[in-house]
């Protein structure tokens, strides 16, 4: 069972931020606060949800809208007092236009600024013994720019970056932040991949790995450990010898 009985999560209309929702409405979450841009594929989520008695607030919105996203989550924690927000929505580039690379930008980084900073907010001014948890997903893509998608993997290590700070300097109020580092992951954005996707696995395997960490409050959620560890070598070889090695790499085809 969950120590996290109120749960916001944006980008839960497919991939992990859906899995999630699941995990924690089949495993004692009292309320869920969800959102995404599709309505039909968010209520699907919500329906789901409640099968298992948990009350589901579902929002159809855009991340990038700051004032939006804030007041959703101010008005999520006058509902229930949130434990546990989830910084999840993003989206991949695809080719490379300058369209999608401000659209990656946007949604990667900046949505993810618009729902985690009104969450620490609210975090420090409630004083009570409540668990408080942070997560944001980022990706094993994060660990060094990769010439396939480089937007991607720059706005992911973008926030690998900022939630690995916030985890140290908010842990004195204690509140926990874990940055979650995937690789592949069967979603709608995987779908669109003509890449090779090796060790790929179900949003729902990805989501217990995840929720496994969370619970155990840890900095740093990365898996599979095989594409962890391969990441992280790449990510200190001299730059010479790791720019020949993802010159190596297949691009990506643009359909």
Not at 100 to 129: C, M, S, W
Not at 152 to 167: I, N, P
């Given at each position: 069972m969950t120590i996290f009985k109120n749960i916001l999560i944006t980008g839960a209309s497919s991939g992990i931020g859906e899995a999630l929702a699941k995990y924690y409405a089949q495993n004692g979450a009292e309320t869920l606060f969800i959102c995404g841009r599709s309505a039909e594929r968010l209520k699907n989520t919500a329906d789901f949800c409640r099968q298992y008695k948990v009350k589901v607030f579902e929002k159809v919105l855009d991340v990038t809208d700051q004032k939006t996203v804030e007041n959703w989550i101010r008005e999520a924690?006058?509902?229930?007092?949130?434990?546990?927000?989830?910084?999840?929505?993003?989206?991949?580039?695809?080719?490379?236009?300058?369209?999608?690379?401000?659209?990656?930008?946007?949604?990667?980084?900046?949505?993810?600024?618009?729902?985690?900073?009104?969450?620490?907010?609210?975090?420090?001014?409630?004083?009570?013994?409540?668990?408080?948890?942070?997560?944001?997903?980022?990706?094993?893509?994060?660990?060094?720019?990769?010439?396939?998608?480089?937007?991607?993997?720059?706005?992911?290590?973008?926030?690998?970056?900022?939630?690995?700070?916030?985890?140290?300097?908010?842990?004195?109020?204690?509140?926990?932040?874990?940055?979650?580092?995937?690789g592949f992951v069967h979603s709608r954005i995987t779908d669109k991949n003509t890449c090779p996707m090796p060790f790929i696995m179900d949003a729902d395997k990805a989501a217990q790995i995840i929720a496994r960490g969370l619970e155990k409050h840890k900095g740093l959620i990365a898996f599979p450990f095989v594409m962890r560890f391969g990441a992280y070598f790449g990510s200190i070889l001299p730059s010479s010898i790791s720019r020949f090695f993802y010159g190596l790499l297949p691009e990506k085809v643009k359909l």
């Open positions: 924690e006058k509902t229930a007092p949130l434990h546990l927000v989830v910084a999840n929505a993003g989206v991949s580039t695809g080719t490379e236009t300058k369209e999608h690379i401000y659209n990656t930008f946007q949604t990667n980084i900046f949505g993810v600024l618009n729902t985690i900073t009104p969450a620490v907010e609210i975090f420090e001014n409630r004083k009570d013994e409540t668990p408080k948890s942070l997560a944001i997903t980022a990706s094993i893509a994060g660990y060094h720019g990769l010439p396939g998608c480089p937007s991607y993997s720059a706005t992911k290590a973008c926030v690998k970056a900022y939630g690995e700070a916030l985890s140290v300097k908010l842990k004195k109020e204690n509140i926990y932040v874990s940055v979650i580092c995937p």
